[in-house]
Nanobody, 126 residues
Framework: QVHVAESGGGSVQAGGSLRLSCGFS????????MFWHRQAPGMERELVAV???????KYSDSVKGRFTVSRDNGKNQLFLEMNNLKPEDSAVYFC????????????????????WGQGIQVTVSS
């Protein structure tokens, strides 16, 4: 079982910065890619950023150049540095990790599990 804990949200004025953190604990041997998603009221949840185990990252067009995703593999932590925030960035942000399929040492990974954080509010005022 994997436990997920998010922190770092809050309220900020437009142009400000926030840093979100997400920690995965428990049976984390099979974790591969990590993601940040967000969901604004009345909107569908959308992908914000993804970072693979080797540190490669991709971003949605709406945050590219302003947000930076990173991870600490040794501590199973995921981060999202958000700069030049805009009111349209206001949403509940969710971290997520996916499980790889295969073996990590002698540990068999099934490849179907997905681990979500509880969500954390980010509010940007104009």
């Amino acid at each position: 079982q994997v436990h997920v804990a998010e922190s770092g949200g809050g309220s900020v004025q437009a142009g400000g910065s926030l840093r979100l953190s997400c920690g995965f604990s428990g049976d984390t041997a099979c974790i591969s890619a990590m993601f940040w998603h967000r969901q604004a009221p009345g909107m569908e949840r959308e992908l914000v950023a993804v970072v693979t185990t080797d540190g490669s990252s991709k971003y949605s067009d709406s945050v590219k150049g302003r947000f930076t995703v990173s991870r600490d593999n040794g501590k199973n932590q995921l981060f999202l540095e958000m700069n030049n925030l805009k009111p349209e960035d206001s949403a509940v942000y969710f971290c997520k990790a996916e499980e790889l399929e295969g073996y990590v040492g002698s540990h068999r990974c099934m490849g179907w599990a997905v681990f979500w954080g509880q969500g954390i509010q980010v509010t940007v005022s104009s």
